[in-house]
């Protein structure tokens, strides 16, 4: 049984039809890519997993350490250890950073929309697992996130998703306007928290970096999967490279 699974999955933004039967797996301990052009449908596929609306799954599962999730509630989802860090890197820029870091404490207290409570007996990393991880945060707890440079918001938002407990953690593009040496110091504590037990799928545009950390990859094109391999098996296929990925 694979960690992840999604059994062609459907997924619309209002009518706009967006992934199109789109299957794919994630295994246990791997990092894996899911690369593709702008607009491929990488972001709602991660989205259709944390189950953030929109986009709604019409159609197809996703199935979750075998239990099937489709359409259930981003908190629910959550509380069973699937942790999503969004293109956006959404830090709050007035609280500082360990205030940033003590804010899963606070929300594992409180309870869904439907009123009922997500609470969780399961724990996320400890302040000081997180910032083993990422020694940047750590020289700078008392700074205002708005005011860390990319990088180390990245790594912030990478840390707060860690606070809560995480079997499978959803990168989206996080290597995204950041520095070659501030990518190879996110790459190494991806690396990282991977080898410490927590399985990875990493959405990326930049086909080279996310393979170079990649156990398999995932391309897809117009809400459709059209390469399945090893990061080996991609660098060697020319014509999918050039034809999807423009490299
Ligand atoms: P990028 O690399 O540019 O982030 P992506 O592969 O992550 O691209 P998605 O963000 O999943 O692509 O977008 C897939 C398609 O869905 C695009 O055509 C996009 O315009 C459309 N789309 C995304 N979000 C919405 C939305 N909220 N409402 C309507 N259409 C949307």
Not at 11 to 39: F, K, M, P, Q, T
Request: charged fraction near 30%; proline fraction near 4%.
């Amino acid at each position: 049984m694979s960690l992840l699974e999604l059994d062609d999955v459907d997924a619309y933004y209002d009518e706009s039809h967006i992934l199109r039967d789109l299957s794919l797996s994630v295994e246990e301990g791997e990092i894996c890519a899911l690369l593709g052009r702008n607009g491929a449908g990488k972001t709602t596929t991660l989205r259709s997993i944390a189950g953030a609306t929109p986009p709604t799954v019409q159609d197809g599962t996703v199935s979750f350490q075998g239990t099937d999730v489709t359409g259930d509630p981003p908190e629910d989802i959550a509380a069973r250890g699937i942790s999503l860090v969004p293109e956006e890197r959404r830090v709050f820029a007035d609280l500082s950073v360990v205030e940033n870091l003590r804010l899963p404490e606070v929300a594992r207290s409180s309870t869904n929309r439907f009123g009922r409570s997500v609470a969780t007996t399961r724990e996320g990393m400890s302040m000081e697992e997180v910032y083993e991880y990422f020694p940047r945060l750590d020289e700078r707890r008392e700074q205002r996130a708005g005011t860390l440079s990319g990088g180390e918001q990245q790594m912030l938002a990478i840390a707060r998703a860690l606070r809560q407990p995480t079997d499978l953690l959803l990168l989206d593009e996080p290597y995204e306007g950041l520095a070659p040496q501030i990518i190879e110091t996110v790459e190494r504590a991806v690396e990282r928290i991977r080898e410490d037990g927590t399985t990875i799928l990493l959405v990326e545009q930049n086909a080279i970096a996310a393979t170079n950390i990649s156990d398999r990859a995932y391309v897809i094109d117009q809400g459709e999967v059209v390469f399945e391999g090893t990061g080996e098996e991609l660098q060697d296929d020319e014509e999918t490279r050039q034809r999807y990925l423009g490299v």
